[in-house]
């Protein structure tokens, strides 16, 4: 059957709205798994999704595609608003960041505070979207979803560093000066990007 019959059919008893759920699920188990998934994953989900992924290789798939669908649709969801969250938390961080010039001693300790809450819900909420099942399909070229996800790989690049630089500024006696302006402009950039990337998804 042709895809975008295939993608319709599941949308549609994902949103509980225009057809029968029994003859939905029987469309689909018809279906094989090569047909059901896009030709065009990204390789994060090749790694756990394909057909010879990690996932199906210790057999945590669930049973059909279309369940698939339903649990990537729920992780999607707790990975938006756990990202919402992060972002209002990550905002006051890097407010608080860019005053401690001035007030280093009474700030210090609520900002590295929010950095680890901040790396904890982060990390949460790109494990939901890195190791949700694939897509219906997956857009090639120019789009909102694709830009997002080269945001997501520069912010997330910077959230992997941010904790080493923030160690060397506790503990290094000869480049904390050094360390500490690395460690505001990779803060810049992680939160630009992780902003544009929020923004972006909303077009």
């Known amino acids: 059957m042709n895809k975008i019959i295939i993608a319709a059919l599941a949308l549609s008893l994902l949103n509980a709205q225009f057809f029968d759920e029994n003859s939905a699920y029987e469309t689909l188990d018809k279906l ?36 698939e669908l339903e649990l990537r649709r729920s992780m999607m969801q707790l990975h938006q608003k756990t990202a919402l969250v992060n972002l209002g938390l990550m905002s006051y961080q890097y407010y608080l960041g860019h005053n401690m010039d001035k007030d280093y001693k009474n700030r210090s300790d609520l900002h590295k505070n929010l950095g680890y809450a901040t790396f904890g819900l982060y990390m949460t ?20 979803m694709n830009i997002h996800r080269l945001l997501s790989i520069v912010h997330f690049s910077g959230m992997i560093v941010q904790p080493f ?4 500024i506790a503990n290094s006696s000869c480049h904390g000066d050094y360390y500490y302006d690395l460690h505001k402009d990779v803060g810049n950039i ?3 990007t992780y902003l544009l990337s929020f923004l972006v998804t909303l077009i």
């Open 32 to 67: 094989s798994l090569s047909d059901s998934l896009p030709s065009n994953m990204p390789l994060i989900k090749n790694i756990f999704w394909s057909e010879r992924g990690l996932v199906r290789k210790f057999d945590l798939a669930p049973k059909s595609r279309l369940k």
């Open 165 to 168: 630089l923030g160690y060397q």
């Open 190 to 192: 992680v939160f630009a």
């Open 125 to 144: 909420s790109a494990g939901l979207s890195v190791l949700s099942p694939p897509a219906l399909k997956y857009d090639k070229g120019v789009s909102s």
